[in-house]
């Protein structure tokens, strides 16, 4: 490791200065300390950058696994719909093109920049050839004006109220009729950025005003994403005893309600989401079911639920988190985990394959990478860094910026208890930080 004088705000500006000129990617916890999470990750200046799309979700896997093998560190994307072709799912033609979105992204990198919220450490690691580049290209990087407003965009959704509702109860129909128990239903938002609309200014808002654990930042080919997640998908660690392949653990939110404007207001919301018996049924459904997918790559018996319905409070919202844990079995590789666990119960439901084929029957645009995955593998390094091997949230609250197009889905699980106002309400709630984040106002009521 080789230490770098640099805070992690001076080591984002510079990094989002980059970002001009070259492939950058970040990784962020935002010092919000959720569920271990206290590191920024970046690389600048990839070894190679990977983009498959392929109709063979085995062989798409085959080249992911096969890149894990190598002496590389790797920062990556999955779309969610990826996950149909792993289930064989045929989509039904949309209403809405959506511009294509690679099953898989993958940046390559031999040197990483970390920062260490919990020491406020920053250091370079991995190829120690590399780091005198690194470290000149952040300390000569100009950055760019990222304070500045960014308003005047306006959103669009391919939902209108009326048609969200309507397909809630149509999901309650399924619920009566034994099809489901619980789905997850999203409207997709488009917003057009006017001139000087940039993803890393973007992104620097929506990281100072509403930090996010799994925050980040990927400039990829010809498409930027801008996360701000609050949800760990799963997290593989090493394990120190002798014979051990490691533990996975997975951690779903289910249960929302905004933040109040006044202490007895926030008060109250947080004992109503505390106290909701639909909100803890919602998220007991997607622990059982996670705890399955958990099952096909674990130790028998070494599944268990380690916190169930705790709170987690955020600038805008609280959520209820669920952590599920088990140990994996000998000779567990990826491509084992992502076919047993992707996409994620969360933004899926129960049960999940009968659940996302009703999912695309009702949305009239595909998903792309809402609702997917983004995360990190170090293979070569990771000692010095952190006894993770796979770090992966899920792609919600997040963006791809496109040909200056924003776009991303937000929405909520549906049960049968669950009133259809609310449910649009709560998709809108979602929307709220990114849309400020875009300086975006929109057709339908916030």
Same mark, same amino acid.
């Given at each position: 490791?080789?230490?770098?004088?640099?805070?992690?705000?001076?080591?984002?500006?510079?990094?989002?200065?980059?970002?001009?000129?070259?492939?950058?990617?970040?990784?962020?916890?935002?010092?919000?300390?959720?569920?271990?999470?206290?590191?920024?990750?970046? @690389?600048?200046?990839?070894?190679?950058?990977?983009?498959?799309?392929?109709?063979?979700?085995?062989?798409?896997?085959?080249?992911?696994?096969?890149?894990?093998?190598?002496?590389?560190?790797?920062?990556?994307?999955?779309?969610?719909?990826?996950?149909?072709?792993?289930?064989?799912?045929?989509?039904?033609?949309?209403?809405?093109?959506?511009?294509?979105?690679?099953?898989?992204?993958?940046?390559?990198?031999?040197?990483?920049?970390?920062?260490?919220?919990?020491?406020?450490?920053?250091?370079?690691?991995?190829?120690?050839?590399?780091?005198?580049?690194?470290?000149?290209?952040?300390?000569?990087?100009?950055?760019?004006?990222?304070?500045?407003?960014?308003?005047?965009?306006?959103?669009?959704?391919?939902?209108?109220?009326?048609?969200?509702?309507?397909?809630?109860?149509?999901?309650?129909?399924?619920?009566?009729?034994?099809? /489901?128990?619980?789905?997850?239903? /999203?409207?997709?938002?488009?917003?057009?950025?006017?001139?000087?609309?940039?993803?890393?200014?973007?992104?620097?808002?929506?990281?100072?005003?509403?930090?996010?654990?799994?925050?980040?930042?990927?400039?990829?080919?010809?498409?930027?994403?801008?996360?701000?997640?609050?949800?760990?998908?799963?997290?593989?660690?090493? =394990?120190?005893?002798?014979?051990?392949?490691?533990?996975?653990?997975?951690?779903?939110?289910?249960?929302?309600?905004?933040?109040?404007? /006044?202490?007895?207001?926030?008060?109250?919301?947080?004992?109503?989401?505390?106290?909701?018996?639909?909100?803890?049924?919602?998220?007991?459904?997607?622990?059982?079911?996670?705890?399955?997918?958990?099952?096909?790559?674990?130790?028998?018996?070494?599944?268990?639920?380690?916190?169930?319905?705790?709170?987690?409070?955020?600038?805008?919202?609280?959520?209820?988190?669920?952590?599920?844990?088990?140990?994996?079995?000998?000779?567990?590789?990826?491509?084992?985990?992502?076919?047993?666990?992707?996409?994620?119960?969360?933004?899926?439901?129960?049960?999940?394959?009968?659940?996302?084929?009703?999912?695309?029957?009702?949305?009239?645009?595909?998903? @792309?990478?809402?609702? @997917?995955?983004? @995360?990190?593998?170090?293979?070569?390094?990771?000692?010095?860094?952190?006894?993770?091997?796979?770090?992966?949230?899920?792609?919600?609250?997040?963006?791809?910026?496109?040909?200056? =197009?924003?776009?991303?889905?937000?929405?909520?699980?549906?049960?049968?208890?669950?009133?259809?106002?609310?449910?649009?309400?709560?998709?809108?709630?979602?929307?709220?930080?990114?849309?400020?984040?875009?300086?975006?106002?929109? =057709?339908?009521?916030?």
């Amino acid at each position: 490791m080789h230490e770098i004088k640099v805070s992690a705000d001076k080591l984002v500006r510079a990094l989002l200065g980059l970002a001009a000129e070259e492939h950058v990617c970040i990784l962020d916890s935002c010092g919000v300390g959720h569920l271990g999470s206290h590191l920024l990750i970046a @690389g600048v200046r990839p070894v190679e950058i990977i983009e498959i799309s392929n109709e063979d979700p085995d062989e798409t896997l085959r080249v992911l696994d096969e890149e894990r093998e190598s002496d590389l560190a790797g920062i990556f994307s999955i779309s969610y719909d990826f996950g149909l072709r792993l289930e064989k799912i045929n989509p039904r033609r949309k209403e809405l093109s959506t511009p294509s979105e690679p099953d898989v992204f993958l940046a390559l990198f031999d040197c990483l920049i970390i920062h260490d919220y919990t020491t406020g450490r920053s250091f370079l690691a991995g190829n120690s050839s590399r780091f005198e580049e690194i470290e000149r290209l952040l300390v000569e990087a100009v950055p760019t004006e990222l304070d500045e407003p960014v308003d005047g965009s306006v959103a669009t959704s391919n939902f209108t109220r009326a048609d969200y509702i309507a397909a809630v109860e149509r999901i309650k129909e399924y619920i009566r009729s034994g099809d /489901t128990y619980q789905a997850n239903l /999203t409207q997709q938002i488009r917003v057009k950025l006017p001139e000087g609309h940039s993803p890393e200014k973007i992104f620097w808002r929506l990281r100072r005003d509403h930090p996010a654990p799994f925050a980040a930042y990927l400039k990829r080919k010809d498409s930027t994403v801008v996360s701000a997640s609050p949800e760990r998908f799963f997290q593989v660690k090493s =394990e120190k005893e002798k014979g051990k392949n490691g533990t996975i653990s997975a951690s779903p939110i289910k249960g929302t309600r905004p933040r109040g404007v /006044t202490p007895l207001e926030d008060a109250k919301l947080r004992d109503e989401l505390v106290n909701s018996e639909k909100d803890r049924a919602e998220n007991t459904m997607i622990v059982d079911l996670m705890r399955n997918d958990l099952g096909r790559v674990c130790e028998f018996g070494s599944v268990r639920v380690e916190k169930l319905c705790g709170l987690e409070e955020h600038p805008t919202l609280f959520h209820l988190v669920s952590t599920i844990r088990g140990d994996l079995r000998k000779n567990v590789r990826l491509p084992d985990i992502i076919r047993a666990v992707f996409p994620c119960g969360s933004i899926t439901g129960a049960p999940k394959i009968r659940t996302m084929q009703i999912i695309d029957e009702l949305e009239t645009a595909a998903r @792309g990478l809402s609702m @997917g995955a983004i @995360g990190f593998h170090i293979p070569n390094f990771r000692s010095q860094i952190s006894d993770s091997r796979f770090d992966v949230s899920v792609a919600i609250r997040t963006m791809v910026i496109r040909d200056n =197009e924003a776009v991303f889905n937000v929405g909520g699980g549906v049960v049968i208890d669950s009133d259809p106002e609310n449910e649009y309400e709560e998709s809108l709630l979602k929307a709220k930080a990114l849309l400020n984040a875009l300086g975006a106002t929109s =057709e339908f009521q916030l």
